[in-house]
């Protein structure tokens, strides 16, 4: 069993519609990050986490420590919100173990 | 936010020939830098960690001396992949983390690593 499972691993969704990427892990972490990943690989850092709630534009990201647990939502989808959403999480030291990402494709 | 770049961000080379990856932190100071690399379908694997004026910290099994990585300075991390086969093409991506408040990590756009 990965330290870090994403579900779905494929989502498709039309315009408009409301999104959620879930993240449970199965370690002791002190921080979480969701990352997008476009179709020819550069990655962007949305949030880090290490409690609560962080909102930037259409995204929100929560975190709940005690269910090792973490959502991505995405409000008013667009099609260029399509990209791989990747859940990764620190743990000891400076390492951040991965998710295997979440394919999210956006249909106009 | 912090800006991380890397260059080339795509490069095609012949076997046996060595290619040099720089990746910059533009706007922040970083004294740890990490080196991935990613398959096709598949999620990052961390390759090497590496803080500024020391030796980088490699995962098993990724060979030290054909994964060269120099971290000179608090902006620049060189990875050089030498003696490349095709075997060694992927994608490869730094991070770096903020040196100073919390523990930020900033990724860079990648490299594209093709061997022929």
């Known amino acids: 069993k990965n330290e870090v499972e994403q579900s779905p691993q494929n989502l498709t969704a039309q315009e408009g519609e409301f999104i959620t990427i879930n993240c449970s892990y199965s370690?002791?972490?002190?921080?979480l990050h969701w990352l997008q990943q476009h179709p020819g690989g550069g990655i962007v850092s949305l949030f880090m986490l290490s409690s609560g709630k962080k909102k930037h534009g259409r995204l929100i990201a929560t975190i709940n420590i005690q269910e090792k647990h973490s959502s991505l939502h995405i409000t008013a989808s667009h099609p260029r919100d399509s990209a791989v959403y990747i859940c990764a999480v620190k743990t000891s030291g400076s390492r951040l173990t991965f998710g295997e990402g979440t394919q999210l494709t956006v249909n106009p | 936010g912090a800006v991380v770049s890397q260059h080339p961000s795509w490069v095609i080379c012949k076997s046996g020939t060595s290619v040099k990856i720089e990746c910059r932190s533009l706007d922040f100071q970083a004294t740890t830098m990490f080196w991935y690399r990613q398959f096709p379908k598949q999620s990052l694997m961390l390759m090497a960690t590496?803080?500024?004026?020391?030796?980088?910290?490699?995962e098993q099994g990724v060979e030290k001396d054909k994964f060269l990585i120099n971290h000179a300075s608090l902006t620049l991390s060189t990875l050089t992949v030498t003696s490349a086969h095709p075997e060694d093409s992927s994608f490869y991506i730094c991070s770096a983390r903020v040196m100073t408040g919390g523990y930020e990590q900033y990724f860079g756009p990648g490299t594209r690593l093709t061997v022929t």
């Open positions: 590496s803080n500024e004026g020391s030796k980088a910290t490699y």
């Open positions: 370690v002791g972490i002190s921080a």
